[in-house]
């Protein structure tokens, strides 16, 4: 049964201002609603996120929940791929999070660096991470799907993480859960509310989607409005339809999302509804905006 987990971004007030202790809170309330998997990155907040997180995870059990952070990207135009920066990289994050290994670690956005280098340097970094017991497992994040298709075509990783396309504005990610399944890599998909286009109060400021994507997204808000719920909602459930996608990460900084997001998770979508809105989505379907560089997109 496919789960909602948790998407730290936002402990580093990346879509609004977050008090430290309302970020904690906000922690402890999923761990206690049996949320286990959270995922983080040094770039989110310029390591804000993660030593927020950190200081909510202290003092629990570290068995008791999944923890995933990234290497890589470390501000807006901050990238470095380098195998010398993966190991120094490991150990800040490690310190921050106040653990002593990770589960995964990811190498971040990696549409923004030579994929050649990420095959042949990054990746075997990581590994070492493995052999050294900082983390269990490798992974690989980014937004254009064709650079997932190139890495784990050349060199194992154990997990990928898709954000912004399976959503009910973009459902492309579909199209590589086939190789994914015959590779053995695991799927996780983030942002179900595409980053707040999803959402009745809107995306943030620095959106990257088109006008149109917007505004087809506002459209779809009003429809789940006049017929009684919250585009939300159907974005949450919609999400974790699909058996094939074991984990979908939702950003929360938040308490009353976290209990909305678990209590949606329970349960059944509205098909009436879902087919209003996906007949205001069908201009926009699958429609992206690029991002890194020209040839990886
Ligand atoms: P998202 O689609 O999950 O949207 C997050 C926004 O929705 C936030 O503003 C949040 O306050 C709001 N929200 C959450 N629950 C809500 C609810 N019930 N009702 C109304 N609004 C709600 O986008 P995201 O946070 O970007 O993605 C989720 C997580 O996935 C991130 O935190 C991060 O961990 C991961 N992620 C990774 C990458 C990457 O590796 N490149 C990219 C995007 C996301």
Redesign the pocket.
Known sequence: MPVVSF????LGS???PVVEADGIKTVHAALELGMNFF???PY?GKTLAETVLGKALKGVPRQSYILAT?LGRYGDDVFDFSAGRVARSIDESLQRLGVDHVDII?A??IEFGDLNQVVTETIPAMRELVRKGKARFIGI???PLKVFDYVISRVPVDTI?S??HY?LNDRSLESLLALCEQKGVGVIN???????L????GP?SWHPATAEIKAACRKAAEVARESGT?I??IA?KWAIREKRIPTT??????E??VR??IQ?STEPLDDGVLKKIEAVLQPVLNKTWPSGRPENN
Request: net charge negative.
């Open positions: 998407g730290a971004s936002p990346v879509f609004r995922d983080v990155s989110y990234k990811q971040h956005d994040t980014g937004l993480l954000y912004c959503s983030a942002s179900p509310l595409s980053m707040g999803l959402s009745q109060k943030p919250d939300a909602e949450v990460l939702i950003g929360m900084a938040d009353a999302h909305r997001n949606w």
